[in-house]
């Protein structure tokens, strides 16, 4: 049998060192144990019988010394095993942290809140298409259309973002749950990694947006959190709750409509993070109309750093929301090398014209934004 547990990173990797030094202990007292009765020595055999001559004055001769040996052994085992099995948790508190996580062509950010709740938003995976798409130059378009895909290359190249880049990631910082999962809309660059998440840690509840009719990695996504007893719940416009001091705001999408659903860029969950003075804006992959019709409903938008919409794509970052939210940073989760050309040059110079300063996952690795209400401070893994 197998369990997956947190794993301890940097100088706390000795902690695997120690865990076998009981084993080494437990090993060698196994070595001598004996625990059959051994042969009496003959009757005529000159050699002082030892252990009769213990049992006369009430002892055998090591035996106290050896069951105390036993005995914290076993004890030394069990705590090596229990620190092993349960790393101490290595999230921040006591600021809102937000790491923007270098999946390639997707998106996945987990939430810190200064309370030590947590909340991923998206779990990255990888586009499938109908055919096989060459990196496009920026010039070209339209981009090809999305094509959700069960077969299992897709099936396994997701399992390996959800499992070998955000899976490990948490586990890195010790978390065994993840209080929130936000599943923004249900491409597969963004839930397909989600699958790993729910089988490997204790979801607190799994939060979805409006779903496309039949949409089918919806359907597989919440038959997971099903299988695992994961609460799912639904998130709109309007919706507004606090966390550990944060406001969290869901300014998109709209409320359910009797029309149905097409676009899934459209649908996306838009969330607005504020702690003290400080905003963050997390746009997931919504596109100009979606983006013209938030800033005609009123919403508060303003904010110091957005997750550019839509990894950068020409369709989206319009001028009506970049003066909206009028950030001074900017980050665009996106691929080293975007077969889709992301981000745009257009998209870059909306952004560079405004003075905003952007960072990208493909070329900075992940990026961490903290802060605690009055300041933001932004590092990346790459410097």
Do not use: C
């Not at 009719?213 to 606090?242: K, M, Q």
């Amino acid at each position: 049998a197998t369990l997956r547990v947190p794993q301890y990173e940097g100088s706390y990797r000795i902690i695997y060192l120690l865990y076998y030094v009981p084993l080494g202990m437990i090993a060698g007292l196994t070595a001598g144990w004996r625990p059959v009765k051994a042969v009496p020595y003959l009757r005529n055999d000159p050699r002082p019988d030892r252990r009769a001559a213990g049992r006369q004055r009430g002892k055998i001769p090591g035996a106290a010394s050896g069951r105390r040996m036993r005995i914290a052994g076993a004890i030394a085992f069990l705590a090596a095993f229990a620190a092993v099995m349960r790393p101490v948790e290595s999230i921040p508190r006591g600021n809102l942290t937000v790491y923007f996580l270098d999946v390639g062509q997707g998106d996945s950010a987990l939430i810190v809140f200064p309370g030590g709740r947590t909340m991923l938003v998206d779990g990255g995976g990888e586009i499938r298409f109908d055919h096989a798409q060459p990196v496009l130059r920026e010039s070209e378009a339209p981009e090809p259309d999305y094509v959700s895909s069960t077969d299992d290359a897709s099936i396994e190249q997701n399992s390996r973002v959800g499992e070998e880049v955000v899976s490990r990631f948490l586990w890195s910082l010790g978390l065994r749950r993840i209080d929130y999962v936000v599943a923004t809309h249900s491409h597969q660059d963004h839930v397909g990694g989600l699958f790993n998440v729910i089988d490997n840690f204790k979801v607190g509840e799994l939060l979805l947006g409006r779903a496309p009719l039949s949409d089918i990695e919806y359907s597989r996504l919440t038959r997971a959190a099903s299988r695992r007893g994961v609460p799912v719940g639904s998130v709109a416009a309007g919706d507004r709750f606090d966390l550990d001091g944060v406001t969290v705001e869901v300014p998109w999408p709209a409320r359910p409509r009797p029309t149905p659903v097409i676009n899934g860029n459209n649908e996306s969950i838009v969330l607005r993070l504020s702690l003290g003075t400080v905003s963050i804006l997390m746009a997931g992959d919504i596109e100009r109309e979606a983006e013209e019709e938030m800033v005609r409903s009123g919403a508060a938008l303003k904010a110091d750093l957005l997750k550019a919409p839509h990894h950068g794509s020409r369709t989206s970052s319009s001028s009506a929301l970049l003066n909206a939210v009028s950030p001074k940073f900017a980050v665009v989760s996106v691929g080293e090398q975007s077969r889709f050309g992301h981000p745009h040059s257009e998209v870059l110079s909306r952004y560079l014209n405004r003075g905003v300063s952007l960072y990208r996952t493909g070329r900075s690795g992940m990026i961490t934004a903290r802060t605690d209400g009055n300041t933001l401070s932004i590092q990346t893994f790459r410097h």
